[in-house]
């Protein structure tokens, strides 16, 4: 019983503080270490969601959330008589954990074959510039800058991108993508679009979307500075936002118009980095986040 409710509430303080981090104001200044955060208090919050219903259904085994689990797959005779309460809990549980699993699977087969299917499109309206090496130039009029992140991982502008950027502000922009692709942030935005799969309704998963989505934007500018002029990368967004970007496809990541302002801003005055004290406590908290949902699952209180 106390460990569903340990369970319950970190479930509830991770709901809690994924609302209040919406708004925290800091995260600009660190986008990285926000990311991280957001990733802890996600998994955090399924873990331990499901953990405190699972927890209360297996308690007439005496044992914790694993092991209860493994003794009723196993077929083992619970300590004491099943009641309904634990049944109902026991049904909930698991169809939330497979739930969870089941669009997590579905969000990433479907963002593969959407993926697989551009480079076959890109195959045939796509085509090399020697102007700008390793990139494909789309045959299009409109302005667009995107990644095809993976394994063979692809960065693409069109014809009309090339037209709209200067040398210096074209440079900022696939210096931006590749930041994409070598971090990886479709695999960060993942989880969170699965989950906004899974709970629609939810205003706190859409404003937790949003927030990753920015933020992994943030973060890929950030990289990019290190290569090029940061007032260029602001002027590159400046043009897309006027000449209305076109939209990225799915499974893709790249230039659009959003946030372009916040981006701009803080690409021309940089706010300060956070304290070193600030950032070990965050990761402290991050540690602390990812570890004690599963130590909870495996104890018994």
Do not use: N
């Not at 502008?157 to 994409?180: D, I, P, Q, R």
């Amino acid at each position: 019983m106390i460990t569903a409710a340990v369970l319950a509430a970190l479930a509830t303080a991770c709901a809690l503080g994924s609302w209040r981090f919406t708004t925290a104001h800091w995260t600009s200044r660190a986008p990285r270490l926000a990311i991280i955060l957001w990733q802890s208090l996600g998994v955090s919050w399924g873990l331990a969601t499901t953990g405190a219903m699972l927890a209360y259904a297996v308690q007439p085994y005496g044992t914790g959330v694993l092991h209860g689990l493994i003794a009723f797959a196993g077929g083992e005779a619970p300590a004491r008589a099943w009641d309904p309460l634990h049944v109902l809990a026991l049904i909930a549980g698991l169809t939330a954990l497979a739930v969870l699993v089941a669009v997590l699977l579905t969000a990433g087969v479907q963002t593969l074959r959407a993926r697989r299917r551009h480079r076959m499109l890109l195959r045939l309206i796509a085509h090399d510039d020697p102007g700008v090496p390793g990139v494909r130039v789309l045959a299009h009029p409109g302005a667009a800058a995107y990644c095809v992140p993976g394994l063979r991982s692809q960065v693409v502008v069109s014809e009309g991108a090339l037209k709209l950027l200067s040398e210096g502000e074209l440079k900022a922009v696939l210096a931006h993508e590749a930041a994409h692709v070598r971090e990886r942030h479709d695999l960060v935005l993942l989880p969170f679009a699965a989950l906004r799969r899974a709970l629609p309704w939810s205003k706190v998963v859409a404003d937790a979307q949003a927030q990753v989505e920015l933020l992994i934007e943030m973060a890929a500018d950030d990289r990019a500075r290190r290569y090029c002029s940061p007032r260029r990368l602001a002027t590159a967004l400046l043009r897309f936002g006027t000449a209305g970007a076109m939209p990225t496809p799915h499974g893709t990541l790249g230039v659009h118009a959003q946030h372009v302002m916040a981006r701009v801003e803080r690409l021309v005055q940089p706010l300060p980095e956070l304290a070193a004290s600030t950032r070990y406590g965050f990761i402290a908290l991050s540690v602390t986040l990812v570890t004690a949902a599963p130590f909870l699952w495996v104890i018994q209180l």
